[in-house]
C-alpha cells in the first residue's frame, strides 16, 4: 500500500510573526511554525536534546534556540547548530496559499 501524505490548513500568515513561533498540531504530531522574512517553516517542537518546547525558544533570522540548554537549530533545515544539541528535528513542507498557511506531513 503506497504512504499517503496530506496537508493541512494551520494558520492564516498574520497569526504567525517573525521571532514569536506558535505550536500547531498536525495528525497527532507537535509542529513549532516560524516565519523569517516572506518565508514560513515547521519543525517538531520536541528539541532533540532535552525534550523542550521549541515555539518557547527565541528565534533570530533562520535559527532557533532551545530554551533548556541553548541548543540551536536551523528552521529551513532542521540542522543542529549549537551544542548541546547535535541530532537535526525533522522539518515539514509549508505552503501559503492566499492568507492561509498549510503543512504537509507523511
Known amino acids: 500500500m503506497a504512504k ?3 496537508w493541512q490548513s494551520v494558520a492564516r500568515v498574520d497569526e504567525v510573526q517573525e521571532g514569536l513561533p506558535i505550536e500547531v498540531t ?3 504530531i507537535g509542529i513549532c511554525l516560524l516565519r ?3 518565508e514560513f517553516f515547521a519543525i517538531d517542537n520536541l528539541c532533540t536534546h532535552a525534550e523542550a518546547s521549541l515555539c518557547e525558544g527565541a528565534q533570530e533570522g533562520r535559527i532557533l534556540e532551545c530554551p533548556r540548554h ?3 537549530f536551523n528552521i529551513e533545515t532542521g540542522a ?3 551544542y548541546p544539541a547535535f541530532a537535526p528535528v525533522r522539518t515539514y513542507p509549508v505552503r501559503r ?3 492561509t498557511l498549510w503543512v504537509q506531513v507523511d
Open 4 to 6: 499517503m501524505t496530506s
Open 26 to 28: 498536525v495528525s497527532g
Open 36 to 38: 523569517a522574512g516572506d
Open 70 to 72: 541553548g541548543g540551536r
Open 80 to 82: 543542529a547548530v549549537h
Open 97 to 99: 496559499e492566499e492568507d
